[in-house]
């Protein structure tokens, strides 16, 4: 029997880009001209990989802090899906662009902190996502780990998702740096198809999960295929990837990685 998954990190673009114009970032490849997936794409390919729900994160590199499609396509497909917006920590009104956004359905707020791993400021934006009782997801480089784990104490118990394991070097296995952020409950991981092809490339994938359940317990990952920035493998293998990566976890483990957890943090996916 192929188990339904829950993706919590999936970039959409639309069809129409007089109603939705791209706003390339420059900081990633062109992602979004090369295989550019709209929501009625990917429904279609979550029924052909048995997924049953997805998170639509915000494509910065698509669009910036312009959430309109993310917002909308989600609004479209209820309960299969649901939004994480973004907006532009360092502009002159980011607390009041995430109210906006968190007004308009969007369910978690994904801060955006690669280059400077500023993950403090601004404070208001971390206050009115607790408010909101919604994830924050937080997108940083491994180099910056450490400062995430000084700063978590210091912030309302907001629950965080790390996109794709703080891109966390595993050559040798689970980071110091990545295993210390397991003292917070309120820390989760994504461990996505990048942070999956980061172990592969040392060894068997199937030990990443384990190593990480030992640190964090099953309870706090989640899988995201970051399709269709990563779209090197059609959406159907990424799904079966993830399958194959969890096949060393028992049952209740391997089913909290590939759905469950996700839908702690997102509920309405249930």
Known sequence: MIEPLVDTHVHVVSDDEVRYPLRPSGVTGPWYRDDPCSVERLIDLMDDARVAAAVL?????????????????AAQ???RTTPVACVDLAGPNPVGEARRALGAGSRGLRWVAIHDGGVLEP????????????????????????????????????????DHCGFADFTRGVP??????????????KVSTIALDAAAAHGDVRELLPELVACFSARRL?????YSQTHDRPYTALADYARHAASKLGDDDRAWYLRDTARLLWPELG
């Open 123 to 162: 404070r208001g934006v971390w206050a009115l996502v607790a408010e909101s009782r919604a994830p924050m997801v937080v997108t940083i480089l491994a180099e910056h780990l450490g400062e995430l784990a000084a700063a978590v104490p210091t912030l309302p118990p907001v629950p965080i998702a790390l």
């Open 222 to 226: 989640l899988w995201g295929s970051d």
């Open 77 to 79: 497909h209820p309960g």
């Open 176 to 189: 110091a740096d990545l295993a210390e952020l397991a003292r917070f409950p309120n820390v989760s991981l």
């Open 57 to 73: 994160v915000q494509g910065i590199s698509a669009y910036g802090d312009d959430n309109r499609y993310t917002l909308d396509a």
